[in-house]
């Protein structure tokens, strides 16, 4: 319990501390203007309130990774408290800060656009490509997860071909219909019942005296799993997650001033490490008993596990409003998933959205992709997906380090993270199943000469750019606007 109480309280302090410094590092302008009122369209671009914004990049980051991936870290051990709190304070929320004010001061751009103008044309076409594949299998998969949640809660009352439909049709409204109307009206609520469901739980945990686990570096993994890389893949929302990069310029489109940007961007993270922390904290504490947490895992898997901590710690009606609640997450990922990806796409062929037939040319096919893949058994391609994910947040990071670096600031906050996260994807494909295959040795051996490489490369053009000045800011008049 005391590990436990002391984490939550180091990523609280650490929001105050080392966000304020990464915050003083990037030096916000409170007087610049931000895309939402250069660029307003009424669509994508427009202010919103800086609490509206917070709940809304809650929400949307959240999905059931800090929830589902904590779960399945807890098989680790309380080693995994350590990736969380320390992952999220200098890598996680690092990460979604420098994405989403580098996307403010680059006129809301996303990350493809970002990674071209920092590091490249030809990176921009890849990015591109990978974020739309990644934001694809996100959506699609968080179309079928919650319709079988669903058809469990209603106890089979309901085919899941229904709830399929169902949350297709508001998928697309939501993809198309202005930020304002659904996503910036209900999101806010819904986050709102994600925190005080997440803070029942843990309340419950030490008013109930859970028996959770205190510090130790011991793997307790029952598969034997490795630790490095492994478990920094498998708790990746919560600490550190790629799709956050797809997420943040979303809501640098909406911020009214660059001095939100640490509530919002830097905060949602820490938010959602709070919540990662509380979910394995849960998991480590209750199924340590006749059955173990990983056979439970196999038994009724870890919606079945969310169920049983909820209605455990909660009761039946609290917590089967948390477990609605964790229904939800998934779903108001998946629409700001195909959102993302149709904002990338006009971005990327240059096609203004201010018209709904230009969404809509935009958003049909990625739907129609989408219905199909919901057809296919991509339990494959799913596999690739964590290491999709971690290997857009390197880029992620490796375009912030750029940024600092050519403004001559303290790149290192954003180096350091990207240099361990480079090693950790090269060792993980070099050693996989999907990947190379090799032994771990050879792996790390890989990961290291692959990591020295790329940073070689990065220091290059990293020098050679702050001698062009490359343009990392959009011109853009002084006029300070008028905010609530």
Request: charged share 10%; with cysteine.
């Amino acid at each position: 319990m005391i590990t436990f109480l002391v984490a939550i309280a180091i990523l609280i302090i650490g929001y105050f501390t080392y966000g304020k410094f990464v915050e003083k590092v990037f030096q916000p302008k409170e007087d610049r203007v931000t895309p939402a009122y250069s660029k307003g369209d009424g669509v994508d671009y427009l202010p919103m309130h800086k609490n509206k914004n917070l709940l809304i990049q809650l929400i949307s980051i959240a999905g059931v990774g800090p929830i589902f991936g904590p779960i399945m870290g807890a098989l680790y051990g309380p080693v995994a408290f350590i990736w969380i709190v320390f992952g999220a304070i200098f890598a996680g929320a690092v990460h979604d800060y420098l994405t989403g004010m580098i996307s403010i001061r680059n006129g809301g751009a996303h990350l493809p656009e970002l990674a071209g103008r920092f590091l490249g044309k030809v990176m921009k076409h890849i990015v591109n490509a990978f974020s739309i594949l990644l934001l694809l299998l996100v959506g699609t998969v968080f179309v079928a997860s919650p319709a079988d949640l669903l058809f469990d809660l209603t106890n089979g009352v309901v085919p899941v071909i229904v709830f399929v439909i169902l949350i297709f049709i508001y998928f697309l409204l939501a993809t198309v219909l202005p930020i304002n109307k659904i996503i910036g009206n209900i999101y806010p609520y819904l986050g709102a019942i994600l925190l005080v469901s997440t803070i029942g739980v843990g309340a419950a945990l030490v008013i109930q005296g859970a028996p959770i686990p205190e510090l130790s570096f011991e793997n307790t993994h029952p598969a034997g799993a490795a630790i490095f890389p492994l478990l920094f893949l498998t708790i990746s929302c919560g600490a550190l997650s790629g799709f956050h990069a797809t997420q943040s310029p979303i809501i640098s489109r909406t911020t009214q001033k660059e001095s939100q940007g640490r509530r919002i961007f830097y905060g949602a993270m820490i938010a959602e490490a709070v919540i990662a922390m509380i979910w394995a904290a849960a998991a480590m504490s209750l199924f340590d008993g006749p059955m173990t947490l990983s056979e439970l895992i196999n038994t009724i898997g870890t919606g079945g596990i969310v169920n049983l901590i909820s209605t455990e710690l909660l009761g039946a009606v609290f917590g089967t409003i948390a477990v609605l609640g964790v229904i939800l997450l998934p779903i108001t990922s998946g629409d700001t998933a195909f959102r993302s990806a149709r904002m990338i796409i006009a971005d990327y062929i240059k096609v203004p959205q201010k018209k709904i037939m230009n969404r809509m040319l935009i958003a049909t096919p990625l739907f129609v992709t989408s219905i199909i893949l919901t057809t296919v058994d991509f339990s494959m391609l799913w596999q690739y997906f964590n290491w999709a994910n971690q290997s857009t947040a390197v880029i992620a990071l490796w375009v912030g380090a750029m940024f600092l670096f050519v403004r001559k600031r303290n790149y290192w906050i954003a180096v350091a993270p990207a240099l361990f996260m480079t090693m950790v994807v090269t060792t993980y494909i070099a050693n996989a199943s999907i990947g190379f295959g090799l032994s771990m040795n050879i792996s790390l051996t890989f990961g290291v000469i692959a990591t020295t490489l790329i940073t070689v490369i990065f220091f290059i053009f990293a020098k050679k750019n702050r001698e062009k000045q490359i343009p990392t800011e959009d011109d853009v008049s002084n006029w300070k606007p008028d905010v609530a």
